[in-house]
């Protein structure tokens, strides 16, 4: 029996880093200023060169619920203000 855990990754196909930028209507190079890292990492990233860490892939899902929250939020207050 192996007792070693390993370390399971989310199940996502695609490139995230690419799929969260036109998801969120930006550059890589826009998400990456947004995120506080460099263009290089991100760009790291999007090619394989290094793993995406688990907080990236974390904060890329909390920048989706954002852009969706907001979108919500607007066509709530366009709603209201009819």
Same mark, same amino acid.
């Given at each position: 029996?192996?007792?070693?855990?390993? &370390?399971?990754?989310?199940?996502?196909?695609?490139?995230? /880093?690419? $799929? !969260?930028?036109?998801?969120?209507?930006?550059?890589?190079?826009?998400?990456?200023?947004?995120?506080?890292?460099? &263009?290089?990492?991100?760009?790291?990233?999007?090619?394989? /060169?290094? $793993? !995406?860490?688990?907080?990236?892939?974390?904060?890329?899902?909390?920048?989706?619920?954002?852009?969706?929250?907001?979108?919500?939020?607007?066509?709530?207050?366009?709603?209201?203000?009819?």
């Amino acid at each position: 029996m192996n007792d070693k855990i390993e &370390e399971q990754k989310p199940p996502y196909g695609g490139n995230i /880093v690419k $799929d !969260t930028a036109k998801e969120l209507g930006m550059t890589q190079k826009e998400l990456a200023a947004y995120m506080g890292v460099g &263009e290089n990492t991100i760009g790291n990233w999007s090619r394989g /060169v290094v $793993d !995406t860490p688990e907080w990236a892939i974390k904060m890329f899902n909390l920048l989706k619920i954002e852009k969706k929250f907001n979108t919500i939020k607007q066509i709530i207050g366009d709603e209201l203000n009819k």
